[in-house]
């Protein structure tokens, strides 16, 4: 180790000092109550219930859909629910692994980043660019609000990718071929859609590394690297994109809510000012905000690219701001001809997510903001100052700060009150009843073609609630006077012995999907689904006979296991090879020159350190129990900053507290945008729809906007303690006379279309809509 500087160990400390702020929260026993953090988690007790019988990977989830079962695994990426199942396995459980997981993606993405960014910017700039990532607004939400698994575990991926290529372009050293091929292949078996967004940033990146050095023998070994961890990967991504046509793909691109085109940003929300945290809203908006700690430390190292002291140092600065300007245009509207055309993209769903590679970007450039400050500045031009002010380590001490200090209202999750810690795959049926999820998709994307309509319950459930054995063979496809002499069932398979007095078609209750095979006496019979429901059915002679089932692969799987297994045993030869070559060579055991900085000292770990505890004491101590500028809390009755406070009952099952309204005089062509503010008085069954009506003094509807849950949030899962912000933009016809309009809103049953009624203090007979007030319209203009 070079003398002065810090061992792994401190400044892996330092790190999780830094860290700690964003950690805090995933340390709870419970789970954090968020969009999708349930659907991942029944999804990890699947997988943990299969491999307690044996099975360790499976392309087929075989319980969910009320136990008919999906491909589920053949086409998302299943890698990333084994780092949770792995620590279940030493006797955590599922919640706290899930927890763990995802904050294990916190730390190691900041450990990525600052590993990535040392040999080019040293070390400061290398942490506050890890820093930086750790907690950049996006991944805070991904963890907090969103609550996607993979998406998180992809976070440090992707400057592991950087680092290992980075090492193979500018070394050429064939050890780190291996490397960037396991990152890669693992990046792709972890989240695949931020493989496919980060694939083409990391061609640009190799791009620019590989002009650097123009060496055409590295071109060819990042070459090799990204072949090789496609071949790694094939087992998954080959049989995802081959066997599409045999599942309903076309439901994830359901529009409204599955369709890029009503998701796009606009420039307001990514350079966002940082807003506090109201912890009593239970539909908070999607934080799109790029971080201006983040984005001036950007600026910063943009506008002194010219003054990097190295070409290495210039380039990725460069890079870095190109890629993060494309990704940036790529989340707006005016990029929307590319979605529509570039292939697969639409599949990303919310341009949103591509703020992933975008904060990877932003942060590289925060690094260079720091790197780009000199070691020392002379403050006066006195002869006598001979060492000058120490401006990059209070530069680095300011921006930790303010990093730290940005993130803090991002950092207060709420958190499910879940009934067990272990939960089972009767809860993940309960789940999928109550929530309408069909088996954990987005929209029953992964549901075989054959399944024309979708079941509400199967008789496999009181199996699965009484624990017995799930006994697939349906009984009333069998003949009268027919016997089952043997029944035995695997998760993904079923023998029997049977006598049958005449032919029948046999009916076994999972959705059929290819790979399902049925044999009688050991030869294969025609295997298909059953009209309408789509069951796997098979037909049986007459006689005694020997039957089973099982799902195997297809020759697609078979090719892409047989090109992973060939990739895998090349990685292990080659790794054997450089591991032989190394101890005959003793040039191959250095490392590649690192870039010479000021490394950090210990003086500097203190006042990092204490800047670290210091945030996170105020945090925990005053902050989590008080409200402040920045997060408060709601007291039951009162939505803070609201224009138009109120009160009203409805039913005496939802209040009414208030409304926004952006203008009481609007013209005729124009969108009145309203937003009502709403709380549960108590659980209800119900899931209510929220209309906005502008009415004439008759009561007829000139203009409205329903929606079908009040700000896209069932009130069946409303909680007491937390209000629900209801958005309504009226669309105000342009053929609207002018005049004088009520404005109008309510709740109401979709299945029965009755309203709520509006219940008065003073006893008056109930309404069944609350009048808020008059608009003006005013009559069109036309152009000149």
Known sequence: MVKGRLPLIIRSLLLFALSGLALQPLLRPTLIRTADGLLHLFRLVEIDHLARQGVVFSRWAPDFVYGYGLPLFNFYSPLSYYLPLTLHLFGISLIRAFNLSMALGVLLSGAALYLFLKETFGERAA???????????????????????????????????????????????????????????????????SAMLFTPLLLLYLAGFLWLERKPRRWLLCAFALLLGLGLSAFYWLPALMERPWVQMERVLTPPYFDFHFHFLSLGQLFSSPSPVDTGLMNRPVNTSLGWPHLTLALIALLSLPRFRTREQRLLVALSAVIAAILAFM??????????????LAYAQWPHRLLVPLSLAISILAGGGIA????????LSSPKQTEGFPLQFLGTLVALATLLTFGLPLLYPRYHQLPSSHPSLVDMMEYEHERGTIGTTSY???????????????????????????????????????????????PLSASFLLYTPRPFQAVFHSFYFPGWQAYVDGKPVETRATPGLGLVTFPVPAGEHSLLVRFQETPVRWMANLVSAASLLMLALLAFYILWARSQDEALRRRPPML???????????????????LFLLKVGYLDNHDSRLKWSFDGQTVRGVDNPLSIDLGGEFTLLGYDLDSDVIEAGQTLNLSL?????????????????????????????????????PTSRWRGDEYNKDDHPIPVPAETPPGRYLLVVGLYNPQTLQRLPVRSERGDPPEDAVILQSITVSAKTTGG
Do not use: C
């Not at 290992?164 to 071929?177: C, E, I, K, P, V």
């Not at 075989?448 to 349906?474: C, D, K, T």
């Not at 108590?682 to 409205?704: G, N």
């Open 372 to 379: 780009i400050l000199p070691e020392r500045a002379k403050v």
């Open 596 to 614: 010479s900085a000021s490394p950090l000292r210990g003086l500097e770990l203190a006042l990092y350190t204490l800047l670290a505890l210091s």
């Open 677 to 713: 503010y709403w709380k549960a008085q108590r659980t209800v069954t119900t899931d209510y729809s929220a209309f906005a009506h502008l009415i004439d003094p008759s009561w007829k509807i000139l203009a409205q906007q329903d929606n079908l849950h009040p700000g896209q949030y």
């Open 127 to 193: 942490l506050v660019g890890g820093v930086a990532y750790m907690y950049a607004p996006y991944q805070l939400y991904q963890n907090f609000e969103r609550g996607g698994l993979p998406e998180s575990l992809a976070f440090p991926l992707l400057p592991l990718i950087l680092w290992a290529f980075h090492r193979l372009a500018t070394s050429g050293q064939r050890r780190y071929l291996t490397v960037a091929a396991l990152f890669y292949s693992g990046l792709i078996s972890v989240h695949n859609v």
């Open 331 to 344: 989340t707006l509207p005016y990029s929307a001809p590319l979605w529509e055309r570039v292939p697969l």
């Open 444 to 490: 029953g994307e992964y549901l075989p073609r054959g399944v024309e309509w979708l079941p509400s319950e199967s008789p496999l459930e009181e199996m699965y609630r009484s624990s017995s054995e799930i006994a697939r063979l349906e009984p009333a496809s069998l003949p009268q006077g027919s016997k089952l002499k043997r029944a035995n069932y695997h």
